[in-house]
């Protein structure tokens, strides 16, 4: 499955929502895509499965990338 995750840089900082970031990981479960990004330090605001349509949404996007965590 792939997964839209939102979430600022530095977790010690307050969340602003122009510095929101976006990055796609493929995992089995919502857990795996936490423990997979627990060394990196973000602050994981929400984390999204992607359906087959929403996917092929976010692909169009020239921001896409799949990341290897």
Sequence with gaps: MIFKVLYQELAKEVPVR??????Y???ET????????ADKGFNIEY???LDEDHLAYEQQSEDFSLENV
């Design 18 to 23: 122009e510095r929101t970031e976006a990055m």
């Design 25 to 27: 990981v493929e995992a």
């Design 30 to 37: 919502e857990r795996n895509v936490r423990e997979k990004l």
């Design 47 to 49: 984390i999204q499965v």
